[in-house]
């Protein structure tokens, strides 16, 4: 049996995924960050990418819909597929 060293890592499990965490490293808070404007554009992209993909989908179904409509559809989609994964 080899030393795995177990005196520098900590592991616990929360779930099912084993977390890892080097033991008196301190918690990074929103202030340690140093480019909040990158993480925030970034933040953005992510939310509405799911909007934006689904817009593009009800758009190749009928192009003859007007935006507004492809739009309005696209949050009740986006907002019903919430739901389904909150039960």
Do not use: C, Y
């Not at 933040?43 to 190749?60: F, G, H, I």
């Not at 409509?69 to 989609?77: D, K």
């Amino acid at each position: 049996m080899s030393d795995v060293g177990t005196d520098t890592v900590v592991e616990r499990t929360i779930g099912s995924a084993p977390q890892r965490h080097l033991t008196g490293a301190k918690a990074v808070s929103w202030g340690d960050l140093p480019r909040k404007d990158q993480l925030i554009v970034i933040t953005l992209a992510r939310l509405s990418e799911p909007l934006v993909q689904t817009s593009l989908q009800l758009k190749w179904f009928n192009p003859d819909l007007p935006d507004s409509t492809i739009s309005n559809q696209a949050g009740v989609l986006q907002i019903s597929e919430t739901v389904k994964e909150k039960k």
